[in-house]
Each structure stands twice: as C-alpha cells, then as structure tokens.
Nanobody, 121 residues
C-alpha cells in the first residue's frame, strides 16, 4: 500500500516535497515512480528511481527542477520539486513495481491515492 502526501497550493517559483510511504517489508526490492495527471490529460511519467537509489530518471519537462530520492529504512520515496511552474499543476501519484523502472503507467503494479499540487502564476 502506498500513501502519498505533501501536495498543496503554492506560487510559481516555490518548492514542495512530496512523500510516498509504503507498507510492507519488501519496499527495497521495488523500483518507484512518480506520475502526474493534469485535468483533462492522461497520466504521465515524472520521475523514477531504482531499488537502491543508485539510478534516477526524469521526464524532460522536470529535469533539473525535480529530484527523486528514497529512504529504504523508512519505506519512503520523495519528490523534491523546485522552481514550480503553473504547468506542474496536477494530481501526483507514486507507484511501485518489482524489478527495473519503467516509463509506462501500465507497467507499475501498485499505486498511491494521489496528492494535488496546484501552482498559481
């Protein structure tokens, strides 16, 4: 089970840190991803991290502004979002899958409930 938190209303240029807490004892064996879905749009990949945190991957739209990280001792993955833009407004979801990270929504096995990020201009 995944529980995302940390969303909120911020102004353009601000920062937010999202957290995703996972239950279970095998968290460290899962690749983790963050996705987002804006109103009227499909869910899209944002960032992913492999099981031990050694490798990270980002969508071009967030590269250089967002950082994904994980703490396996706390069963938690984070998404640090800096220099937020109005186009970052969306519901953000964390997801988990066994094995290597994937870009596609359909290749993740478990999903959190989402946390809303709203960026005003």
């Amino acid at each position: 089970q995944l529980q995302a938190s940390g969303g909120g209303l911020v102004q353009a240029g601000d920062s937010l840190r999202l957290s995703c807490a996972a239950s279970g004892r095998t968290f460290s064996s899962y690749a983790m991803g963050w996705f987002r879905q804006a109103p009227g749009k499909e869910r899209e990949f944002v960032a992913a991290i492999n099981w031990n945190g050694a490798s990270t991957y980002y969508a071009d739209s967030v590269k250089g502004r967002f950082t994904i990280s994980r703490d396996n001792a706390k069963n938690t993955v984070y998404l640090q979002m800096n220099v937020l833009k109005p186009e970052d407004t969306a519901v953000y979801y964390c997801a988990a899958r066994r094995g290597n990270w994937r870009y596609n929504v359909g290749e993740y096995d478990y999903w959190g409930q989402g946390t809303l990020v709203t960026v005003s201009s």
